[in-house]
């Protein structure tokens, strides 16, 4: 069935390194991506989003990559700050109808 | 402007009990939605709504019952709660379509308990 899951469940980083964080989906036919962060105790928050047809998108320190080859998307985070410590997780937009697809999330952490 | 609220924030509840959550969106968007999120888990899709006076079934309807009388309110019920929805539920909302933004609004979660 489809699925939108995420390679690690935690990943520890170095304040002022980048973050990867990835993510790998089954169904082909979604015509977004999307990246969500959520904070303890917080609802998700959007992050960036990416149209199928596109490979790279860039926002304020976070870059999306789309490989649609392997099914693959990460998320890059430049200079990764205290502040981004939090859960991230991956979705689809398949519809008009505005349904997500989440993927499990990887925990980010971000070591001073 | 509050964005999504979400009333009660927290519930515990015995097996056999209802409840009725709340949520409410102060930015007169179209689509609204309430998913649950579990341990381990991402969130997944309960019911949702993309006017008012409509609902439709998401990932994992079974349980509970929602309805979008007003616009800005989408109410989650449970007729009669078991252990397995133990969960934070999460509502939220986003434009229409023709606002072309696939950003969802989230509120900060009810968090229920069934014994």
């Known amino acids: 069935g489809e699925s939108v899951g995420l390679h690690l469940p935690t990943l520890s980083v170095q304040e002022g390194d980048n973050s990867i964080i990835n993510c790998a989906y089954s169904?082909?036919?979604?015509?977004?991506f999307i990246w969500y962060k959520q904070e303890s105790g917080k609802g998700p928050q959007f992050i960036i989003d990416?149209?199928?047809?596109?490979d790279k998108r860039q926002g304020q320190r976070v870059t999306v990559l789309l490989n649609k080859t392997v099914k693959h998307l990460s998320l890059q985070i430049a200079a990764t700050q205290p502040g981004d410590s939090a859960v991230y997780f991956c979705a689809e937009k398949k519809d008009n109808t505005g349904k997500l697809i989440f993927g499990q999330g990887t925990t980010l952490q971000v070591k001073p | 402007n509050a964005g999504v609220t979400q009333t009660p924030k927290f519930r515990v509840l015995k097996t056999g009990q209802s409840m009725t959550l709340l949520c409410a969106q102060d930015?007169?968007?179209?689509?609204m939605y309430w998913y649950r999120q579990d341990p381990g888990m991402g969130l997944r899709l309960i019911h949702y709504s993309v006017g008012e006076g409509t609902t439709a079934k998401g990932e994992v309807p079974d349980g509970y019952n929602v309805s979008r009388l007003k616009k800005q309110n989408f109410l989650l019920g449970l007729e009669s709660a078991a252990p397995s929805q133990t969960s934070v539920y999460f509502c939220?909302?986003?434009?229409?379509?023709?606002?072309?933004?696939?950003?969802?609004?989230f509120g900060p979660g009810t968090r229920l308990t069934v014994l």
């Open positions: 169904n082909s036919a979604s015509d977004y």
């Open positions: 939220a909302s986003s434009y229409s379509l023709t606002r072309l933004s696939n950003e969802q609004f």
């Open positions: 930015m007169n968007h179209e689509y």
């Open positions: 990416i149209r199928s047809n596109m």
